[in-house]
């Protein structure tokens, strides 16, 4: 079916495929709902274990086509904010309205050239708890870097919102007025 085994003793699971499976532009089905890379240009969905099996045995994974969630990605982080304080804040904005749920979150915007990866992929990771499908992020240097450290410089593409994108619902998200928090 195309699916990759990795056994326990090797890898992490999530380490691996951000290192080894994600590439800008590819899509990831994943049997853990932190299963997400859109912070390296890959569209990854976390389902459950039985429902993965289900899709894989029906050689299809089906859903209805998403709406789209425009984060826009503002600000510095202070000092002492980190990743998962941007995806709290991020949770507490969007869960009890259920304002992403089912819809991909789509980054973008000129607060993410100031975050390193890592920050990116601690925030990415937690978009499940906002109950969203799926997440995706505009791909700059710093993700071009982080392939080239991999070994794998062919897996990064440029990928951006185009003039005129349309998105069915919009959210801000001011780095700099972060808070940090105790979760």
């Known amino acids: 079916y195309g699916g990759i085994y990795v056994p326990a003793n090797q890898s992490v699971i999530h380490s691996y495929a951000r290192e080894e499976l994600t590439r800008c ?10 299963t997400r890379y859109g912070a390296l240009g890959t569209m990854a969905v976390g389902e459950g274990g039985p429902e993965l099996a289900k899709q894989l045995l029906r ?10 969630v425009l984060v826009y990605v503002t600000g510095t982080p202070r000092r002492g904010v980190g990743p998962h304080d941007a995806a709290i804040a991020l949770v507490k904005a969007t869960f ?17 050239a100031k ?4 920050f990116r992929n601690g ?6 708890e906002t ?3 799926s ?10 870097r982080f392939f080239e450290v991999h070994g794998r410089p062919e897996a990064y593409k440029k990928l951006s919102p185009e003039d005129g994108a349309y998105y ?14 105790i979760a």
């Open 96 to 112: 009890a309205s259920s304002f992403v749920k089912n819809r991909v979150l789509e980054f973008a915007g000129p607060g993410i």
């Open 25 to 34: 532009g590819g899509m990831i089905l994943g049997s853990d709902s932190h």
């Open 59 to 68: 050689h299809t994974w089906d859903a209805p086509l998403p709406e789209v």
């Open 168 to 181: 069915d619902r919009m959210i801000e998200l001011d780095l700099s007025q972060l808070e940090p928090m």
């Open 115 to 118: 975050l390193p990866i890592d």
């Open 135 to 144: 997440s995706i992020w505009e791909t700059d240097e710093e993700t071009k």
């Open 131 to 133: 109950t969203c499908l």
């Open 123 to 128: 925030i990415d990771v937690m978009t499940t």
